[in-house]
């Protein structure tokens, strides 16, 4: 089983609807948990860090189910901007060890 | 300015060449980073540096070799490149004690090898 799994997609979504996608992770003891975005062509950046009680940012939601071994993305009212690929990052161990990026759910909002 | 940069941005050589990458952070972060992102878009982690110590060093072949002058600088040297080293090259750098352990990326080297 492989350590961090993402449904590569893409996603074909119409402007303004609801997107959601999951990432799962193999190692229970994973701690920190974030998503990133990557742009075509270009670099990662940090999305959001992903808390065990959920977090909000704008339009963005993600959340972490611990029992299931999973974090969520949703995306409400989408915008065209939010096409790009989105990579789950989960981090086992202390510091810099054990840091695994998905492979990436690439995103694609239709107008 | 610039967080993370690196240079070259695109590099075009031929198999068998030896050819160096190099990075520079102007975040004082302690962490810097090499990845490779295949054509798959496969991000996969190379190497980490702290405070000029190699912590994380996976399992690449041995004609990677990653070289950091200061904490500010790590530099990826390829020896004897080969067509599978085509990829994108991206340098990063974090905090290794801060608690979000965000990483800042540069722009990428676009490698292809010929």
């Known amino acids: 089983r492989k350590e961090v799994e993402q449904d590569p997609g893409p996603f074909n979504v119409p402007e303004g609807a609801t997107v959601a996608f999951n990432c799962t992770y193999s190692?229970?003891?994973?701690?920190?948990f974030f998503w990133y975005r990557q742009d075509c062509r270009k670099e990662p950046k940090l999305l959001m860090s992903v808390y065990s009680s959920g977090n909000e940012d704008g339009r963005f939601t993600a959340q972490l189910n611990r029992a299931s071994q999973y974090i969520s993305l949703l995306i409400r009212d989408s915008k065209l901007s939010d096409s790009a690929t989105y990579l789950c990052v989960v981090i086992s161990g202390g510091g810099a060890d054990g840091l695994t990026f998905g492979k990436g759910t690439h995103l694609i909002i239709q107008p | 300015d610039t967080a993370v940069s690196q240079t070259p941005k695109y590099l075009v050589t031929q198999m068998g060449n030896d050819k160096s990458i190099k990075c520079e952070q102007n975040l004082g972060h302690d962490t810097m980073y090499w990845y490779k992102q295949d054509s798959k878009k496969f991000l996969k982690i190379m190497f980490s540096y702290n405070n000029k110590e190699l912590i994380i060093n996976e399992t690449v072949p041995n004609r990677f070799s990653p070289k950091s002058p200061d904490k500010a600088h790590l530099n990826l040297h390829i020896n004897s490149l080969e067509l599978g080293d085509s990829a994108v090259y991206f340098c990063?750098?974090?905090?290794?004690?801060?608690?979000?352990?965000?990483?800042?990326f540069g722009p990428g080297t676009r490698l292809t090898v010929t």
């Open positions: 190692n229970s003891a994973s701690q920190s």
């Open positions: 990063a750098s974090s905090q290794y004690s801060g608690p979000s352990y965000e990483q800042y």
